[in-house]
């Protein structure tokens, strides 16, 4: 099966522009999320969905980030206006829901972001 | 907040020998999940292991769990130099049948030929 996609897979932009990343999960995943990685740290969750209902979103600077989700597909992440501590590498993940005990996550190979 | 700590923060090992990595977390969970990311491959799901569960084995993998230390460890056996990556264990503490995971700052494994 094909996997998690995501572009770009680089951008470079200064202060205060905007950006926006695209993601389109595995078939069939429900569950879709975002994460943040900055450089020799663990991925941070800033938002969760379930299709296209919001799960978690508590880690999400709102201020700054918005995301959404049409049709229980898709997804995009936009930072408007970005600043310097938003370099990082964007990470979008799927995984199948409702499985008890947990499920595993699949991972895209993230966009790497650069804010000058 | 990232709630597992993973330990060491760094291990260099040659070919052929075991590779050990520890994770601690703080709260109570429903699963624990150990992940690798490379450059090449990205971020990679390697097991999960339930909360009622207490080892798990999948090729040259052991995890373990207990629970009441709060603790966990990947064992890789026999490494490979295609092992040298980073490892990260991550906590699912919901019982909602979402899984939210709360990953750590990760171990780097290299591995000398």
């Known amino acids: 099966e094909a996997g998690v996609a995501q572009s770009p897979r680089y951008k470079i932009i200064e202060k205060r522009q905007s950006v926006a990343f695209w993601c389109n999960p595995i078939?069939?995943?429900?569950?879709l999320y975002w994460y943040q990685q900055i450089l020799g740290q663990g991925p941070k969750l800033l938002i969760q969905?379930?299709?296209?209902?919001?799960?978690?979103d508590s880690q999400l600077p709102k201020d700054r980030f918005s995301a959404e989700r049409l049709k229980g597909v898709d997804s995009t992440l936009k930072i408007q206006p970005a600043k310097l501590e938003d370099s990082a590498v964007y990470l979008c993940a799927s995984s199948r829901p409702g499985l008890a005990g947990g499920s595993e996550q699949f991972f895209g190979p993230g966009t790497r972001l650069t804010v000058l | 907040s990232q709630q597992g700590e993973e330990d060491p923060q760094a291990l260099s090992i040659q070919e052929g020998e075991n590779a050990t990595m520890n994770c601690s977390y703080k709260t109570s969970i429903n699963n624990l999940q150990w992940y690798r990311q490379n450059s090449g491959r990205g971020l990679v799901h390697l097991i999960l292991i339930r909360s009622n569960e207490r080892e798990k084995h999948s090729g040259r993998l052991r995890v373990t769990l207990d629970t009441s230390k709060k603790s966990s460890s990947l064992l890789i056996t026999a490494s490979r130099a295609a092992d040298t990556a980073s490892y990260f264990c991550?906590?699912?503490?919901?019982?909602?049948?979402?899984?939210?995971?709360?990953f750590g700052k990760g171990t780097m494994l290299l591995v000398s030929p």
């Open positions: 991550a906590t699912d503490a919901t019982n909602s049948g979402y899984s939210t995971l709360t």
């Open positions: 969905f379930q299709n296209n209902g919001v799960v978690d």
């Open positions: 078939s069939g995943h429900a569950t």
